[in-house]
């Protein structure tokens, strides 16, 4: 079976979900890969006029050069930065699995792979009921687990793999990202790294700038 794409999530939120989704992207179409990307639900969208801006789905779209509508790339859009579930009930606005999963299918069509990136971490609600990680499973698609490298990165890591874990999903890898560039230079990155693989049974990939 085709391989369908990757659900981008993380142990947090702000820690390099659309910087790591849009290096994909861009790595993608540089193999000569045709990457579509779905950004379900954002939240924190700033105001123009009587439109929302969506900012990480305007990354991603720039990132894929995909000539897919905004509309279709990120359905849900609010401009509270809060949870999707609290946003849905302020706004009244109902978040339905199966308009996400609608997007997904007509993106899939027309591309090789989708990027999508959840909203949060693993286990933050992305509707009023229900959580990044079940969206990831009603996706069918398998997860990549953006953890930020600093102390503590183990634990946060390895919660976040046995999460996907119960939910039934595959864990392609966790990506280990330093911010600072230290990913090849600080040595306790390659340490964490070496625990991450070993405790938690995961391929690990450490990126930086
Ligand atoms: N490896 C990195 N190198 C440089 N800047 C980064 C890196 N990872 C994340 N950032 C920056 O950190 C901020 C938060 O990352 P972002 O990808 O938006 O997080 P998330 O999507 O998980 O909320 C952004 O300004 C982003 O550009
Ligand atoms: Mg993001």
């Known amino acids: 079976m085709k391989r369908r794409g990757w659900f981008i999530t993380a ?3 702000g820690v390099g979900k659309t910087y790591f989704s849009c ?8 193999g000569g890969i045709k990457a579509g990307v779905l950004k ?3 939240t924190g969208c700033s105001s123009i006029g009587a439109g929302l801006v969506p900012a990480d789905a305007l990354k991603l779209k ?19 930065p809060i949870s999707p579930s609290i946003a849905e009930k ?8 199966r308009k996400i ?18 909203a949060g971490g693993i286990l933050s609600p992305i509707s009023k009921d229900r959580t990044n990680a079940q969206l990831a499973r009603y996706l069918k698609l398998p997860v990549v687990i953006v953890v930020p ?3 503590g990165a183990i634990n946060q890591a390895l919660m976040a793999v046995n999460a996907a874990r119960v939910h039934g999903l595959e864990v392609s ?21 070496a625990e991450i693989e070993k405790f938690g049974r995961v391929r690990v990939v450490a990126i930086g700038k």
Do not use: M
């Open 11 to 13: 142990t947090d939120t």
């Open 23 to 30: 290096a994909l992207v861009r790595a993608l179409r540089q």
């Open 40 to 42: 379900p639900v954002e």
């Open 62 to 80: 720039a990132a894929s050069r995909t000539s897919a509508e905004l509309d279709l790339i990120n359905p849900y859009r609010f401009s509270q």
């Open 90 to 97: 302020i706004s009244k606005r109902r978040i339905d699995f």
């Open 101 to 118: 999963g609608a997007c997904f299918e007509k993106i899939s069509a027309s591309h090789d792979v989708v990027v999508v990136e959840g």
């Open 149 to 151: 490298d600093r102390l």
């Open 173 to 193: 890898c966790v990506i280990l990202n330093s911010r600072k560039g230290r990913a090849k230079a600080d040595s306790r990155v390659g340490l964490d790294r």
